[in-house]
């Protein structure tokens, strides 16, 4: 291959293929451009003779539903042209669920409720934005739940959250994040505390439900649910909490049907349960790839993207101004349990913590609480990093986005850390 053509490379796609790339070394930015026809990336429309910009970590699939030439300008790990896509399913799936939402308009009702499952690495998040694409598209305004705490699509990782949508996603950012509403629940995975996690998905599940009340055309629009790949034993249990805590209509299975089974056996029959088959590009990552994209994701929380930076603000706050607080204490053996205390109470037990070394490069979830009791059902105003602890001075020192002085004193501290290396 001539260097020219490693750098520049011309695409013509028939109906219904897609081209799928990966931009993978760390330095490299690949350019893409629609000279003719039409395409979409995940659902979003690609606007002709503009460029777009792919950075590390990358993997991209531009399908055409009528046929198209793309340019890509480039280094690319990987690229290749795939006849065969579950697109056709997918927009299938899209249509029967604007069939729910044209008679909930009509009745006004509430539109359909959707959740999608699968083990992990089998597209999730990815047919949730197709599906978000394609209703935002139709003039629908649905609102995308994420229950993904490991990579956190809407705020940062270890959060759940949800998002009206009212646009299509960016191409190269995803959707825009206006007015997300977050609450952190400070861990990696749901298994290290499925309390706490059962208790912040039922408080989004009422305060979402809350939102379709007031706004009929989202009512009407209805609700996709993204959620996390632990699907076995609790798990799956996880699973179906969240489908009751939601209502949810409909439940997508992506490529397991040993899960698809279990849901067919246990949900009710009015929930729909409809297997999806996984699209043959979903690209597999390593669990150092995976931390790697926790990582990039909290880096972009501060700093944005290279395309749109944003200037965090650094400053110093005293120990006496802030309250910082951590969900779960360790458990205590059965026979210590004081009376009237459950052996899961500890998971949900509010300990104030005193700053020290232990705090650093630790997130912190700025909370709306008023007050304590309101502190673990209370979703986030957004998150600090603490950078510097100075205890001769009492002070510690935090990355913010926003200048000072913080919206609420009671911080929450997530197991996330984040290494400022700005
Ligand atoms: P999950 O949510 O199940 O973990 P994702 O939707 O995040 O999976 O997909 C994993 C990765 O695969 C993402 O980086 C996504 O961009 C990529 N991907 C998904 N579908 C395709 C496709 N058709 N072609 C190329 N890459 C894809």
């Not at 219904?16 to 893409?32: A, C, I």
């Not at 890509?72 to 056709?88: Q, S």
């Not at 759940?160 to 299509?168: F, K, Q, S």
């Not at 304590?372 to 990093?385: K, N, P, W």
């Amino acid at each position: 291959m001539s260097v020219d053509k490693k750098v520049l490379q011309e695409f013509t796609l028939e109906r219904d293929n897609e081209l799928r790339f990966e931009v993978e070394s760390k330095t490299e930015k690949v350019y893409l451009t629609l000279k003719s026809g039409t395409a979409e990336v995940f659902g979003t429309e690609l606007v002709k003779a503009k460029t777009y910009e792919f950075t590390a970590g990358a993997k991209v699939a531009v399908f055409t539903w009528h046929g198209c030439v793309v340019e890509v300008k480039g280094k690319t790990d990987v690229i290749y042209t795939a006849k065969e896509t579950p697109m056709v399913l997918y927009s299938n799936c899209h249509a029967a669920l604007e069939v729910m939402r044209v008679e909930a308009d009509r009745e006004n009702k509430r539109g359909p409720i959707a959740m999608l499952v699968g083990p992990c690495d089998v597209g999730k998040s990815t047919v949730c934005r197709i599906l978000l694409n394609y209703a935002v598209r139709m003039g629908r305004r649905p609102i995308y739940v994420d229950l993904d705490v490991g990579q956190g699509h809407i705020s940062i990782p270890g959060t759940i959250g949800a998002l009206m949508v009212e646009r299509p996603a960016v191409i190269d950012e995803g959707f825009s994040q206006e007015a997300p509403l977050v609450y952190s629940f400070g861990q990696k995975s749901p298994q290290n505390n499925q309390t706490l996690f059962s208790i912040l998905v039922q408080q989004l599940a009422i305060t979402v439900k809350e939102r379709l009340e007031v706004n009929k055309k989202t009512r009407a629009s209805g609700v996709i649910i993204n959620t996390c790949g632990w699907i076995k034993n609790a798990g799956y249990k996880q699973l179906i909490s969240n489908a009751k805590a939601f209502e949810v209509d409909a439940i997508f299975v992506l490529d397991q049907e040993r899960l698809y089974n279990e849901l067919v056996r246990d949900m009710p029959n009015f929930v729909k349960i409809i297997f999806m088959a996984k699209s043959g590009g979903v690209v597999e990552r390593s669990k150092s790839l995976r931390v790697e994209a926790r990582d990039q994701r909290i880096r972009e929380y501060f700093y944005g993207t290279p395309k749109n930076s944003l200037y965090p603000h650094s400053f110093d706050v005293k120990f006496s101004d802030v309250k910082i607080y951590k969900v779960g204490a360790p458990a205590l053996p059965d026979s210590c349990l004081p009376l009237g205390m459950k052996a899961d109470d500890h998971l949900t037990k509010l300990v104030p913590i005193t700053p020290n070394a232990g705090i650093l490069h630790h997130i912190m979830a700025v909370s709306f609480a008023e007050n304590e009791d309101d502190i673990i059902t209370s979703h986030v105003a957004g998150f600090v990093c603490v950078t510097n602890l100075d205890t001769e001075r009492q002070m510690i020192t935090l990355l913010s986005p926003q200048p000072k002085p913080l919206p609420n004193n009671i911080l929450v501290m997530s197991d996330l850390q984040f290494m400022d290396t700005h």
